[in-house]
């Protein structure tokens, strides 16, 4: 009984806890040949085999390297990326599926990044200081107390014209690496201040003129992937958004240095159109910008 | 408990407050008044949280639960339940008076009535649904006004627990057919639905549950795994905004006793059944993921 019972279990074995997919054949660990040895009856022999070798299941993910991380094999990233891909084309406000797209479909970029952001000074202080953006960390009423034309007053003037919030931002989840997890969360919520910088409202199309900024600064796949959701753009906007302003956003954000190493917190009182030369940015065509107080109005 | 309450908004919203019930199990360790846990998924939980944590799963899945089925099982659920009906021929020997238990979505309430009535030209057959999640029970009466039973008293919606069906509503030996399909296993105690089962059916009648069960060829046993656990939580993270609801779905499924062990449940509360074989007790479907068991009071 033993010999068949070794036999079912090697021909099981792919589902025990110290393999994941289809490898393993023939391995068969301490723990369930323990369990093996201490199964009753013949009839219920395999469904007690099932039974353990199931509740294995919970081993077979590798431990989470950090709050919210949940590894994924290849194909479930792919996967995923597929997924989550055309899902934001079909409901463009799941920005759960956006992040989710973005970040599996990431790859090398964020390495790339990171080794850009640790070359200059203050991205190795944004490295090492970690800052989080989200309305704990922020100091709201001090950021309207800045005079007009600075970049804190403008970021806070911004989420009151669009109603927004700092912290509708989604966690990293698919990302491995703790660091390059960090990089991919302070993307995400820096966003919102390419939005400020610019002055970008929040709806369709001046949401994928920045994901084309954003495309030739950064070079996430994702920004590039969104630009498919064009499609769901009316013709007269898609023409613009083709014509107008993806040009601006390719020579504008091929131009600028890479924002992810801008340390953002430590210029809130620093004046807009300094920081725009600074950076290497000017302003893109009319249309899709909030009306900015100081400017003229170009409704 | 508030974060269950919380998570009735929209999908997008639902991640958030599902994880946080899930985050905060710790908390829920407070509440251990009797020492005695359970399952919840491949977690062990205080016996008095099962519930609120399993009504936190199914607020947040009710919204997109149809899909999801549709999506995680490429339909064939609707087969499996078909396979339900055409084994119980609900109306063959005249109208019946249905209670279908944790029947949310109605899907099997609406099945028994189109057989009875197309098969029977029967529209004297009665089905009361009863769940214990608002939210389900809402999503079912909302499908049914699409139908023809909407607003007759062949269909009505009751909020009970299905161990404890309140007995001046449910009373004794008052139905012809108890049904509870892929509701079981989220109950805390199985027996304590069985005895309930029991005490409201007629003698003679049956009882009817569709489960996913154990599968015993390895081969499929492994292929359904892999797919459990792979694709199914990643169709909740895509379709729904909810990874944490479906992998509870996925591990209870894999808690829940095997065919002959719950042959001996519904035999302990007193039902007859047939014997300990494919066939007998029970008709496995698809190799074993689903199962039907049946058993009739004596």
Redesign the interface.
Request: charged letters at 25%; a positive charge.
């Given at each position: 009984m033993r010999t068949h019972s070794r036999v079912l279990f090697s021909l099981m074995s792919p589902a025990c806890g110290s393999c994941r997919g289809i490898h393993g054949w023939g391995r068969v660990s301490n723990n369930t040949a323990v369990a093996l040895g201490s199964s009753s009856s013949p009839r219920s022999l395999s469904y007690s085999i099932n039974r353990k070798l199931h509740s294995a299941h919970s081993s077979t993910r590798p431990q989470p390297s950090y709050p919210g991380h949940i590894p994924l094999t290849p194909f479930e990233n792919t996967f995923l990326a597929a997924g989550s891909a055309l899902m934001s084309l079909i409901d463009t406000r799941r920005a759960d599926m956006v992040a989710a797209c973005g970040e599996t479909t990431a790859g090398s970029t964020l390495v790339k990044l990171r080794d850009i952001v640790l070359e200059s000074p203050e991205g190795r202080r944004i490295l090492k200081e970690r800052p989080r953006i989200n309305s704990q960390t922020l100091d709201m009423e001090k950021l309207r107390s800045l005079p007009e034309n600075t970049f804190g007053r403008a970021y806070i003037g911004w989420l009151d014209a669009c109603k927004v919030t700092p912290d509708s931002r989604e966690p990293v989840h698919y990302i491995d690496d703790p660091e390059l997890a960090y990089v991919m969360q302070r993307y995400r919520e820096t966003h919102d201040f390419y939005h400020a910088l610019f002055g970008f409202k929040v709806s369709a199309l001046p949401e994928l003129a920045l994901k084309a900024f954003e495309f030739t600064n950064l070079g996430f796949p994702m920004t590039a992937l969104s630009l498919g959701a064009s499609l769901r753009l009316k013709s007269p906007q898609r023409a613009r958004l083709w014509t107008e302003f993806v040009p601006w956003a390719l020579r504008c954000g091929s131009h600028a240095r890479c924002l992810l190493t801008v340390y953002w917190e430590e210029r809130w009182e620093q004046d807009l159109d300094e920081m725009k030369r600074e950076l290497g940015v000017w302003d893109p065509p009319a249309g899709i910008t909030i009306p900015q107080p100081s400017r003229i109005a170009s409704f | 408990m508030q974060q269950a309450a919380r998570s009735i908004r929209v999908p997008?919203k639902l991640?958030r407050s599902t994880c946080r019930l899930f985050h905060n199990n710790s908390s829920l360790g407070s509440s251990n008044t009797s020492g005695r846990t359970t399952s919840f998924g491949?977690k062990t939980v205080p016996e008095e949280s099962k519930e609120s944590l399993v009504k936190g799963v199914f607020d947040s899945v009710a919204s997109k639960y149809d899909l999801m089925n549709d999506a995680s099982s490429l339909g064939v659920h609707r087969l499996w339940k078909d396979s339900l009906i055409d084994t119980l021929k609900p109306g063959r020997k005249g109208p019946l008076r249905c209670i279908d238990v944790a029947g949310g979505t109605g899907d099997i309430a609406l099945r028994i009535l189109d057989h009875a009535r197309e098969n029977y030209a029967d529209r004297e057959t009665t089905v009361e649904i009863v769940d214990i999640n608002a939210q389900m029970l809402k999503e079912g009466f909302t499908r049914f006004k699409k139908t023809m039973y909407h607003n007759t008293p062949q269909v009505s919606f009751h909020e009970a627990n299905a161990q404890e069906l309140p007995p001046s509503q449910f009373k004794d030996d008052s139905y012809d057919l108890y049904t509870i399909t892929f509701g079981i296993r989220n109950c805390t105690s199985i027996p304590a639905v069985l005895r309930e089962a029991y005490r409201v059916l007629k003698p003679g009648a049956t009882f009817a549950c569709l489960e996913f069960s154990?599968?015993?060829n390895?081969?499929l046993?492994?292929l359904y795994?892999?797919y459990s656990?792979?694709?199914i939580p990643?169709?909740g993270?895509?379709?729904a905004?909810d990874?944490d609801s479906y992998q509870y779905l996925v591990?209870s499924i894999?808690k829940f006793p095997?065919?002959?062990?719950f042959a001996q449940m519904i035999r302990d509360a007193g039902f007859s059944t047939g014997g300990d074989f494919d066939g007998g007790a029970w008709t496995d479907l698809w190799g074993g993921i689903a199962s039907i068991h049946t058993g009739v009071k004596v």
């Open positions: - | 997008r991640q491949f154990k599968v015993n390895p081969l046993s492994t795994d892999q656990f792979t694709v990643l169709l993270t895509i379709l905004g990874r591990e894999r095997s065919q002959p062990e």
